[in-house]
């Protein structure tokens, strides 16, 4: 960008050309005063508060209208100007009824300090504000409170839910001071488009639009703000919790604009989804089994019954008799000090976490092509990258954060977007072509795409000689897949594949998007094999705005992985079965360690059914409602001997176990998570925790000093050091490094930046590795017994299990049951109507469930999510496995649907 010369209050500044005027001023500490500015939006003059002079030019102008140009003279403040911004003050005092006293933001209103620092009168233009009678509040929701008398006419709320948003659930209605925020057609905000982001609460500069839980709770000065990283999806988003300073309770969240990744943006789980923390229900001591009951504990008590079981089970059975699952809702040093114990106090390599349910078949497809399982590319590349191909992600709901983003890119003209997935989701409304293929028939998809590239001559020959390899063995297995074939397997017309593989291959750069909906299939390491070789063919890896990028679903699902918490690999990635690599950790740690890949969180379970696991440690998971087919998981875990479970609540599972022991939540310590760009961000305490629980990583190293290790770790920071000097990936990253926005790995040195982009100039593997992979079909095809297709996933305003979520008085009130989602003709056939409870049913189970019958689902499809403990989809799914990444087929089962009999 070119830099121009300006002068503002006589001294010299250099902004880029086009740069907004108040913003650079803003940035410069020059400050303007505002009310309808927020940098996310387009600026509109509306207040008219940021009014300046130009030297040579009549008249005043808004500042957050102009851009800078050679020469300009800009004056921000005189006596003119300020009598101006006074008698616009005056105006706006007009509409704004002053009742500051019992106002929350009292003290923190840029509204109120303006009117102080002009010397503004309340009275000096007869009050035309809006009263309590003025209208029809549809503006108003579940969370979200409106008070018109308040309520300035800025439009930043209107324009922050359609520019950030893209959801334009608000508008304005009437005239003079009787205009009021309203919705379209004066629909219920339940009944709009609205997401319940609460973007518009953060905007809002007077408190007109504000959080109902929050009202009466402490004024925005009596609250202490704390940064810390969001415990839901991988976005990483940063929030602050803003807790009152004498109650130490936690008043809202909310988030500010130019911290990374997400902008002060955050989504209704982010925002409404804490109210968990101060639940009585939470755990606050440890409960040891009685029979069928529990009874309390203390720590000793509980710890030492833990150590000498395990001891005992160890002695009696061997070290492979026990296992561990970590959990990627905790931090990094809990998940690395979790599989450390397992394999040095323990003995064994089995320990796992829920990224085998997740993402296992990203790591295993992405580092055998690339030498990295992870997303090769940054969040903030995606606003302007000319392509996005989207396949198996339903971003806005479970990664909303990036699906704004993607969003705003498509909105203004930046991005063509092609979008692949069975069902119609919203980013198919604005998607430039949408694939709806079937279930299971990716790797169809994708090849008959590269069938097209290859066949158009639209491939980059340059990259694929000089950067990688196997390219002859892999075209053999595209020939067998014109898209005339991938159209009789998955659905989608030929001539939209090849659209698609056009689009694709002629983009300047283009970034593939992809999450469960690739992963979760018995061929969901051919899956990513699929999207690397499309990337490889196309040139499209090892550059900014392009890429292969696997969206986490958890919020440390990377970290956990990262961490070692996985049956084949230490920290880092490196293989346990290497010679090298396992002495390196036998002298780390100064322990005995096991060569040989333990059992990952399938196999555990079955291994727990034939009485070869005995002894289990749980931390954070909940496998009786997220692993399949959880009639076998509840049979497994009721034949162990000694089950032990770490939670914040009494779970499905912890209700099995022979011990529970309280954590501390996010809230409640500190520690690191590491999102999916691979940034290593802080959470930071900031409330107290319940009864006597304690830190995760604390509890465990409080077992495994009883059972003789002489571990002594004083904080997180000291965990982290011994993570850095085991793990050549996080050799650079420490505490004092990250305080601001972490850094991404690797990150291999104390001077290192960190990575934006992976694979630059070479591949971590050397050179990229195509693979030739043929389309199988799902392990269980609908037939004649069971003829409809169920597909699984999550919501936008539930997380997981609903442990947290359905804790949260909003998120359960917006969404209090889980649903079938079936499409008109199926209904139709089967004489259902919507809301009718129906029975569910697969060669493993059943449930009830009521029916949402929607345009959504293509005929012979269904879906469930599976965060709902009465209707739980898992008791429906099949445990087939992936052969290499030995994840589960939560995408695609055979089910039939029937009414209830009366």
Excluded at 601 to 629: C, H, Q
Aim: aromatic content about 6%.
């Amino acid at each position: 960008m070119s830099i121009v010369n300006i002068k503002i209050n006589g001294k010299d500044h250099q902004p880029e050309i086009g740069e907004n005027i108040l913003k650079y001023a803003l940035d410069q500490g020059i400050h303007i005063p505002n009310l309808c500015y927020d940098s996310r939006l387009t600026p509109s003059g509306a207040c008219r508060m940021c009014i300046v002079q130009i030297e040579g030019r009549p008249g005043v102008h808004t500042a957050c209208t102009m851009t800078a140009a050679e020469g300009l003279s800009i004056i921000t403040d005189n006596k003119e100007i300020r009598a101006l911004r006074k008698s616009t003050l005056e105006l706006i005092l007009s509409e704004h009824k002053t009742n500051c006293t019992s106002c929350d933001r009292e003290g923190a209103c840029q509204l109120q300090d303006y009117a102080y620092e002009y010397g503004a009168a309340e009275d000096k233009f007869p009050s035309i504000a809006a009263t309590g009678d003025s209208g029809n509040y549809t503006a108003e929701g579940i969370a979200i409170g409106y008070d018109v008398e308040k309520c300035i006419r800025c439009m930043r709320c209107v324009k922050i839910c359609a520019e950030v948003q893209h959801c334009e659930a608000l508008t304005f209605q009437g005239r003079s001071g009787e205009v009021l925020v309203t919705t379209p057609f004066n629909m219920l905000l339940t009944d709009s488009s609205c997401e319940m982001c609460g973007q518009c609460l953060d905007t809002c500069p007077t408190g007109a639009l504000y959080e109902k839980s929050a009202l009466g709770k402490g004024r925005v000065r009596s609250l202490k703000k704390t940064r810390t990283t969001c415990l839901y999806c991988g976005v990483g988003c940063q929030l602050d919790l803003n807790v009152h300073r004498e109650s130490g309770k936690l008043v809202k969240v909310t988030g500010e604009t130019g911290i990374i990744p997400n902008d002060g943006n955050t989504c209704v789980k982010g925002r409404f989804g804490f109210d968990f923390i101060h639940r009585e229900e939470r755990l606050t001591t440890p409960l040891i089994r009685e029979g069928d009951a529990f009874r309390e504990a203390d720590w000793e008590e509980a710890l030492e019954l833990v150590a000498r079981r395990f001891s005992e089970i160890k002695k009696e059975s061997g070290s492979d008799s026990l296992a561990g699952l970590s959990s990627a809702k905790s931090g990094n040093e809990d998940n690395y000090i979790m599989q450390k114990f397992v394999r040095s106090v323990l003995g064994t390599n089995n320990v796992d976490h829920c990224a085998r349910l997740c993402h296992a078949s990203t790591v295993a497809g992405l580092a055998r092509a690339f030498g990295s399982g992870a997303m090769t590319n940054s969040i903030d590349e995606l606003e302007n990258t000319p392509l996005i191909f989207v396949i198996g992600s339903n971003t806005t709901e479970c990664h909303p954060v990036m699906g704004i983003k993607i969003r705003k890119a498509v909105a203004e003209g930046r991005t063509k977007l092609i979008v692949a997935d069975p069902r119609r989701i919203s980013l198919t409304d604005i998607a430039h072509l949408h694939m709806q293929q079937k279930p299971g028939s990716d790797v169809a998809l994708i090849n008959a795409m590269m069938y097209t590239i290859l066949d158009e001559k639209l491939s980059d020959e340059k990259f694929i000689k000089e950067r990688t390899e196997n390219f002859e063995v892999f075209i053999e297995a595209v020939k067998n897949c014109p898209p005339e074939f991938a159209e009789k397997v998955s659905g989608v017309k030929a001539e939209d594949i090849r659209k698609a593989a056009r689009m694709y291959a002629s983009a300047e750069s283009a970034s593939i998007v992809y999450s469960m909906g690739i992963t979760q299939h018995t061929t969901g390491t051919d899956n990513v094999l699929s999207l690397a070789n499309l990337a490889m063919l196309t040139g499209n890896v090892g550059k900014p705005y392009s890429g292969v990028n696997p969206l986490r679903g958890q919020n440390n699902v990377q970290g956990a992985c990262d961490m070692g918490a996985l049956p084949n690999v230490y920290p880092g990635y490196q293989k346990v079965v290497e010679p090298e690599i396992h002495k390196k950790f036998e002298k780390g740690w100064n322990a005995k360690l096991s060569d040989k890949v333990g059992l990952t969180v399938v196999e555990i379970m079955e291994g727990a059914r034939k009485k070869e696991v005995r002894g289990l440690y749980v931390v954070g998971e909940n496998p009786v409602l997220s692993d399949p087919d959880s009639n076998e998981v509840f049979e497994g875990l009721k034949n162990l001997d000694f089950l032990v479970v770490q939670d914040l609540f009494l779970t499905e599972t912890a209700e099995l176990a022979d011990v529970v022991l309280p954590a501390c939540s996010f809230a409640e310590r500190d520690g690191t998570f590491t999102n999916t760009e691979r940034r290593v961000q802080k959470y930071r305490r900031a409330v107290n925790a319940p009864g006597i629980s304690k830190p995760d990583w604390e509890i465990i190293c409080s077992i495994a000093n009883k059972m003789g290790a002489p571990w002594a770790y004083f904080d997180v920071s000291e965990i982290m050091k011994e993570i850095a000097s085991l793990t050549p990936i996080y050799g650079g990253i420490s505490y004092g490094r990250i305080d601001d926005v972490g850094l991404q790995w690797p990150c291999t040195g104390t001077d290192h930046p960190g990575t934006k982009v992976l694979h630059q100039g070479k591949f971590a593997r050397g050179l990229g590795k195509f693979h030739p992979v043929n389309f199988l079909a799902q392990k269980e095809l609908p037939d004649h017994e069971y003829p409809l297709i169920l597909t699984t996933g999550r919501m936008l305003q539930h997380w997981h299990t609903g442990t947290m979520t359905r804790k949260s008085k909003v998120l359960d009130e917006i969404v209090p049951i889980g649903y079938l989602e079936i499409n008109p003709a199926d209904a139709g056939k089967l004489g259902i109507e919507k809301g009718e409870e129906v029975s569910v049913s697969s060669r493993r189970g059943r449930i009830r469930v009521g029916v949402n019958i929607t345009e959504k689902m293509a005929e012979g499809v269904v879906f469930l999510t599976f965060h709902f403990k009465e209707s739980p989809a898992n008791a429906l799914t099949i445990a087939a496995l992936d052969p290499l990444a030995k994840i589960p087929e939560f995408k695609a089962c055979a089910v039939k649907v029937g009414k209830l009999s009366r």
